[in-house]
C-alpha cells in the first residue's frame, strides 16, 4: 500500500523562508570568497609566495694573502659540508640512509637525532623551523658526489661548499698572517649585524684578524622554489615564481699583499733551529716595511684554523695555551725584553749630544763601576775604553760611567726620539709599548726618593728598560738610514680577486731623529767594529765577506743570578736573553734585523750567528732575484701554491 | 515542464535541471580531485594518491546506478520500510563499537571484505526517510507542542548520541541540522521553539564540559583565534584561506595552486577540495561552484513544493538540507568562517561511503521529482 495523500498545506509558508536562508548562507559564502580573493587577494597571494620561496645563501671566498713575491700565505682549500633542515629530514627514510654515508660518532649521531626532532615539533609557523644544522664539516669526496646524485630523494639535505682556510708555508710566518676561528655566540650578537652566522670563521690574530673586512668578502643569497612540485624544470618553475631580483652574486674577500718575503721568513726559521724560543725580525731600513719576522715556538695555522677538523683545534689549542714557552704570542710586537747592551748606542748618541763626554776620552774599566756605595759589575776586565771600544767590547763600566754624567729623563727622550717606549704602530697583534723609566715613573713606582743607580742601569739597557723586537728593528733602521724613523708597514697593497690593485702603501715617516751626523757616524763605526773588529763581542762568529754591522746584547732577566755560575746549571726562565741587533751592509744599508733568543745565555755566541746566517740568507736572495731578473713586485703576476 | 500536464500524465519524467545540476558539480569534482593529488604523481611513497581519481569514478558508476535503483522505484515504498531501515542502520552504528576500525583515534568504519565503509554516512538517508515518515504521519493543523515533538527527537538524537561517542562531531552536527531543517517544515508553538532554543544554548556549555573531545575543542579554540594554534588545525585552516585569497579573480589556473602543488593543504581531496578549486580557477570559477551548490540546494525546495505528500516534500527537503549543510560548513571551514569540523563536500570531496550517500540522497531526490 502506497502511502495517502496527505495536506502539504502546512508546508507552504515554509518553502519561502528555506529559500531565504540558502540564498542568505551562499550569498554570505559568496562575500567571503571576494573577502579572501579579491579584497586581501595580493596579501594571500604574497603570504603563498612566501611559503615556497626560500632564500639561500651564497658562500663567498676570502682574499688570499700573499707575500710580496706574489707567493700564496693563506688561501682557501676547497670543502664540503652537510647541512641538514631539521623539519624536512624524514626521519624514517632519509635520516638513515644520510647516516650511512655521513660518519658520525653514537654520541654526535644521538644529539642531532635530538635537536632534529625537537625542531620537528616545533608549530609549523615557527621561524626556527627553517633552520639548518651543520651536520658534518669537510666531508670526503665520495660523500659529496653520493649525497649530490641522490639529492631528490634527500629531502632536507644540503651539501654546501664550505672553504677551509689553507697555509701553505705552515707554522712560518703564523703570528703575522694569523689563523681563522669559528665565531663563538657572544662574537656572534655583535657581529650579527655586518652578515655573521654561525658556524662562519672570522680572522683570530695578525693579518687575518686585522683586515678581516678586506678579507672577508660579502656572501650573495639566491632565491629558489622549495618543496615537493617537481615535474616543471627548475627553470620554468623560477620563472613562474621568484621575483627579480633573484639572485645577489657574491662578492669575493680582496687580496692582500704583504711586505714580507716567505723565503727570508724560512731562513730564518732554518737559523733559529735548535733554539727553543725568541724572535725575529727583520725590516727594510728604507722603508720601514717588514721583510721577515719570526716568532717561536710557533704553531700550524692549518690546524687551529679547523683544516684538521674541529676536535684537532680543541686538542692544539689545549696544548699550546699550556706550554710555558707561549707559542700563541707574537714574541716580535706583543713582548717586551729588556734590550741590554743594544742600548748602548742610544746611550752614547745621548751623551755625545749632550757633550758631556769625548769619544776619545778613555774609562779605565777595572771589572765595574763604583757608585755611591754600591758597585755595579762590568762583564770583564776592559781596561782603558773609549766610545768606540766600550761599543765594540760591550763595556758596561764605560756606560755606567756615561749614565752618571747624564739624566735617566735624558735616557729616555732618546729612546723615545727612537720610538721606545710607544707603540710603533704596525696595526697587527696586540703591541707591547715597552718602557723607557724616567724619574718620575721611578718615584711613582717606588714611592722613595729615587736613586742615581737607575739611571745607571737605563744606561746599558736593564733596569725597568724594555723594549719590543719591532722597536729596536726600527730603531736601528733609522741608525742605519741616518735618522728616519719609519712607520713599520705589514700590508704593501690591497688587490681586487682579479688582481688590480685597489690601495697601495707607500713608506710613512715617523719622525726625522734630530742627529749630528758626526757622532752617528762614531756609532755607527764601532758597530761596524762589532763584528769586524778583533776584539768585537760578534767577531768570534762572523761569517767571512759578510758585511754587517751591530750589536749584541746579554740582556739580564733575574736578579739573582750568581755571577760564575755555569750558566747551563741555571733555571731555564732565569737565564739571560741573548740579543743582537744590527743592519746590512755596513756601508750602505739595505735592511735592519733584530734576534732575541729568550733566555739564550751571551747575545754574541747565542744571537749573532742567528743574524748572520740570515743577512747571508738575504744576500744570497738578492743575489738570485737580480739574476732571475724578477721585478721585486711583478705586476699581474702571480705565484701559485 | 512543470504545466505540461500531458508529459506529466505520460509517467516518471527526469528532472533535467536536477541531473545537470549534479553532473556539472560531480564533473568539476573529478578536475579537481586530479588536480588535488596530482601532486602525489611523482612522490614514489605515496604515488597511488595520485590515481584515486579513477577509484572515484568507479564509485560515482556505482552510485549513480544505485541512485536510478532508488529513483525507479515509488518513493512511497520506502515510507513503509522507513523504519526496517532506521533499525539497521542503529544496528550498524552499534557495530562500530564492536567491529570498529580506527583510523586516527576514531572508529567510524567497518570492514566488509575489502570493503570498508562508514555506517554512519548511509544512516544520513534512512535518517532522513525515518522523519520523513514522522512528518508525513502527523498530520495534525495545530502547532505542536513539546510533548508532540518528542517521540521523533528520541528518534533523532539516538543515532546523534551513537555518532558523537565515536567520536564524529561533524556527522553528529549534519544529522541534527538536517532533522532540524525537516522538522522546521511543520508549525510548532512559539514557546516551544524559544524553549528548544534556551535548551540548546544550556546545553552547548554542558556539551563542551561533558561530552565533547580534546581534540574537537582543540578546533573550535582554533577556529576563534588561529594566530594562536599554528600547529594543527589552525594551521591548515590559515593555509586553506591563503590557497583561496592565492586565486584571486581568475585563479593559478588547472594543477597550477602553489599551495596545493607545494604540499601546504592538508586533507585537499576530502577535507579541503574547496580550497584547491579556489586556487586553481579563481574568483569566477569559484562563484560557478557556489553557484551550483545553491542551485541544486534551491531546486530541491522547488521539488519539495511540487511534492504531492508530506513524506516527499519532508524527503525532498531532508535530502536538500544535507546537502546544504555540507556544503556550507565545508566551503565556511575552508574560508575561515566556520571551524574546521570534518565535513565533506558533497559530490566534491573523495570518498566511496560519502559519494554513494550523496547519490542515494539525489535518487530520492529525483523520485520525488519525477512522482509529483
Known amino acids: 500500500m502506497l502511502v495517502q495523500r496527505s495536506d502539504v498545506g502546512e508546508f507552504r509558508q515554509r518553502y519561502r523562508w528555506l529559500v531565504l536562508v540558502a540564498v542568505a548562507a551562499f550569498s554570505i559564502l559568496i562575500g567571503r570568497l571576494a573577502q579572501l580573493q579579491i579584497v586581501e587577494g595580493d596579501l594571500h597571494r604574497a603570504q603563498a609566495r612566501r611559503n615556497i620561496v626560500r632564500e639561500r645563501s651564497l658562500a663567498t671566498t676570502r682574499g688570499v694573502i700573499r707575500d710580496s713575491f706574489g707567493r700564496v700565505l693563506a688561501a682557501n682549500r676547497p670543502s664540503y659540508s652537510v647541512h641538514i633542515t631539521p623539519a624536512e629530514i624524514d626521519l624514517e627514510t632519509t635520516w638513515p640512509r644520510v647516516m650511512k654515508v655521513v660518519q658520525l660518532d653514537e654520541f654526535e649521531r644521538a644529539a642531532i637525532e635530538k635537536r632534529i626532532s625537537d625542531i620537528k615539533a616545533l608549530p609549523k609557523e615557527d621561524k626556527r623551523r627553517g633552520q639548518q644544522i651543520l651536520l658534518k664539516v669537510d666531508v670526503d669526496r665520495d660523500v659529496v658526489a653520493f649525497l649530490e646524485t641522490h639529492e631528490k630523494a634527500l629531502n632536507g639535505v644540503e651539501v654546501t661548499p664550505a672553504p677551509v682556510r689553507y697555509y701553505p708555508y705552515g707554522e712560518l710566518g703564523a703570528h703575522a698572517v694569523g689563523y681563522m676561528r669559528e665565531v663563538d655566540a657572544e662574537a656572534l650578537e655583535r657581529l650579527d649585524e655586518r652578515g655573521y652566522r654561525a658556524g662562519d670563521h672570522i680572522g683570530a690574530i695578525g693579518i687575518e684578524r686585522r683586515w678581516e673586512s678586506y678579507l672577508r668578502g660579502q656572501r650573495g643569497w639566491r632565491k629558489m622554489v622549495r618543496g615537493i612540485a617537481r615535474r616543471e624544470s627548475n627553470a620554468e618553475i623560477d620563472a613562474k615564481y621568484l621575483e627579480e631580483p633573484r639572485r645577489l652574486e657574491p662578492i669575493p674577500g680582496r687580496d692582500i699583499s704583504l711586505t714580507m718575503d716567505i723565503d727570508l721568513v724560512a731562513s730564518i726559521e732554518k737559523g733559529m733551529r735548535g733554539q727553543l724560543a725568541g724572535a725575529v725580525v727583520v725590516v727594510d731600513v728604507r722603508t720601514g716595511r717588514l721583510l721577515a719576522a719570526l716568532s717561536k715556538p710557533s704553531f700550524d695555522p692549518n690546524v687551529v684554523s679547523g683544516g684538521n677538523g674541529t676536535k684537532a683545534v680543541g686538542a692544539a689549542f689545549r696544548r699550546l695555551n699550556s706550554d710555558p714557552l707561549k707559542p700563541t704570542m707574537d714574541k716580535t710586537i706583543s713582548a717586551a725584553y729588556p734590550p741590554g747592551s743594544t742600548y748602548k748606542p742610544f746611550t752614547a748618541l745621548a751623551a755625545l749630544a749632550d757633550r758631556v763626554t769625548d769619544p776619545d776620552r778613555e774609562v779605565d774599566c777595572h771589572g765595574g763601576f763604583e757608585y755611591g756605595k754600591r758597585f755595579f759589575r762590568c762583564t770583564g776586565v776592559h781596561r782603558k775604553v773609549n766610545?768606540?771600544?766600550?761599543?765594540?767590547?760591550?763595556?758596561?763600566?764605560?756606560?755606567?760611567e756615561l749614565g752618571s754624567r747624564l739624566s735617566i729623563d735624558r735616557l729616555a727622550a732618546i729612546g723615545l726620539d727612537f720610538g721606545f717606549g710607544v707603540k710603533t704602530g704596525i696595526g697587527v697583534n696586540p703591541e707591547a709599548r715597552g718602557r723607557m723609566p724616567t724619574r718620575s715613573w721611578y718615584t711613582r713606582r717606588y714611592k722613595e726618593a729615587f736613586r742615581g743607580g737607575f739611571t745607571l742601569l737605563s744606561a746599558i739597557g736593564q733596569g725597568a728598560t724594555t723594549?719590543?723586537?719591532?722597536?729596536?728593528?726600527?730603531?736601528?733602521?733609522?741608525?742605519?738610514?741616518?735618522?728616519?724613523?719609519?712607520q713599520p708597514q705589514v700590508v704593501r697593497s690591497i688587490e681586487t680577486s682579479d688582481g688590480t690593485v685597489v690601495q697601495d702603501f707607500p713608506p710613512r715617516v715617523r719622525r726625522m731623529v734630530e742627529l749630528d751626523q758626526d757622532h752617528l757616524t762614531m756609532v755607527k763605526n764601532a758597530l761596524t767594529g762589532v763584528v769586524a773588529e778583533k776584539t768585537g763581542t760578534a767577531y768570534k762568529e762572523r761569517i767571512p765577506g759578510l758585511d754587517l754591522a751591530g750589536k749584541t746584547g746579554t740582556a739580564q732577566v733575574s736578579h739573582v743570578t750568581p755571577r760564575g755560575v755555569d750558566p747551563d746549571k741555571v733555571w731555564y726562565f732565569n737565564r739571560d736573553h741573548a740579543w743582537f741587533a744590527g743592519y746590512a751592509p755596513s756601508k750602505s744599508p739595505e735592511i735592519?734585523?733584530?734576534?732575541?733568543?729568550?733566555?739564550?745565555?751571551?747575545?754574541g755566541k747565542n744571537a749573532a750567528p742567528v743574524a748572520m746566517r740570515v743577512v747571508r740568507d738575504w744576500e744570497k736572495l738578492k743575489e738570485k732575484r737580480v739574476s732571475a731578473q724578477t721585478p721585486a713586485h711583478p705586476p699581474g703576476k702571480r705565484g701559485s701554491l | 515542464m512543470a504545466g505540461d500536464?500531458?508529459?506529466?500524465?505520460?509517467?516518471?519524467?527526469?528532472?533535467m535541471p536536477l541531473l545537470l545540476g549534479v553532473v556539472a558539480i560531480l564533473t568539476l569534482g573529478l578536475v579537481n580531485l586530479y588536480s588535488a593529488t596530482s601532486v602525489y604523481i611523482d612522490?614514489?611513497?605515496?604515488?597511488?594518491?595520485?590515481?584515486?581519481?579513477?577509484?572515484?569514478?568507479?564509485?560515482?558508476?556505482?552510485g549513480a546506478m544505485i541512485a536510478i535503483l532508488v529513483a525507479a522505484i515509488d518513493y512511497r515504498h520506502y515510507e513503509r520500510v522507513a523504519p526496517v531501515l532506521y533499525a539497521g542502520g542503529m544496528v550498524s552504528l552499534g557495530l562500530v563499537f564492536v567491529l570498529g576500525k580506527d583510523v586516527r583515534g576514531s572508529s567510524r568504519w567497518i570492514q566488509l571484505g575489502s570493503f570498508a565503509f562508514?555506517?554512519?554516512?548511509?544512516?544520513?538517508?534512512?535518517?532522513?526517510?525515518?522523519v520523513a515518515k514522522v512528518v508525513h504521519n502527523d498530520s495534525r493543523t495545530e502547532p505542536r507542542s513539546l510533548v508532540d515533538l518528542a517521540p521523533v527527537s528520541a528518534l533523532i538524537l539516538a543515532p546523534v548520541a551513537l555518532v558523537m561517542m565515536q567520536p564524529d562531531l561533524g556527522t553528529s552536527l549534519i544529522y541534527l541540522l538536517t532533522c532540524i531543517s525537516m522538522l522546521a517544515m511543520m508549525r510548532i508553538r512559539t514557546f516551544s521553539v524559544l524553549s528548544l532554543l534556551a535548551t540548546g544554548a544550556i546545553s552547548m556549555p554542558l556539551a563542551w564540559m561533558f561530552v565533547m573531545r580534546d581534540y574537537q575543542k582543540h578546533r573550535i579554540t582554533s577556529f576563534l583565534n588561529p594566530e594562536a594554534d599554528k600547529t594543527g588545525t589552525g594551521w591548515h585552516a590559515l593555509q586553506s584561506q591563503t590557497a583561496i585569497g592565492n586565486g584571486q579573480l581568475t585563479g593559478e589556473g588547472f594543477m597550477q595552486g602553489t599551495q596545493n602543488q607545494f604540499g601546504f593543504l592538508p586533507e585537499q581531496y576530502s577535507d579541503f577540495p574547496f580550497a584547491v578549486f579556489s586556487e586553481d580557477w579563481g574568483f569566477f570559477g569559484t562563484v560557478v561552484l557556489i553557484g551550483l551548490y545553491a542551485f541544486v540546494c534551491i531546486w530541491s525546495i522547488h521539488i519539495a513544493s511540487q511534492a504531492k505528500d508530506r513524506f516527499g516534500a519532508a524527503l525532498a527537503v531532508g535530502v536538500g538540507a544535507l546537502l546544504f549543510w555540507h556544503a556550507v560548513f565545508n566551503i565556511g571551514m575552508a574560508m575561515g568562517v566556520l571551524p574546521v569540523v570534518g565535513i565533506t563536500l558533497p559530490l566534491f570531496s573523495y570518498g566511496g561511503s560519502s559519494v554513494l550517500t550523496m547519490l542515494m540522497g539525489l535518487g530520492l531526490l529525483m523520485n520525488v521529482s519525477m512522482r509529483r
Open chain 1, 387 to 400: 766610545l768606540h771600544s766600550a761599543i765594540v767590547q760591550s763595556c758596561n763600566t764605560y756606560f755606567y
Open chain 1, 467 to 486: 723594549v719590543s723586537v719591532l722597536q729596536l728593528a726600527l730603531s736601528y733602521a733609522a741608525l742605519a738610514n741616518g735618522g728616519t724613523l719609519y
Open chain 1, 592 to 603: 735592519a734585523i733584530v734576534v732575541i733568543i729568550e733566555h739564550g745565555g751571551g747575545g
Open chain 2, 5 to 15: 500536464r500531458f508529459s506529466f500524465r505520460r509517467g516518471p519524467m527526469v528532472d
Open chain 2, 43 to 62: 612522490d614514489d611513497s605515496r604515488a597511488r594518491l595520485a590515481d584515486i581519481y579513477v577509484t572515484q569514478i568507479y564509485w560515482i558508476v556505482v
Open chain 2, 118 to 130: 562508514q555506517p554512519s554516512e548511509f544512516m544520513k538517508i534512512f535518517l532522513i526517510l525515518m
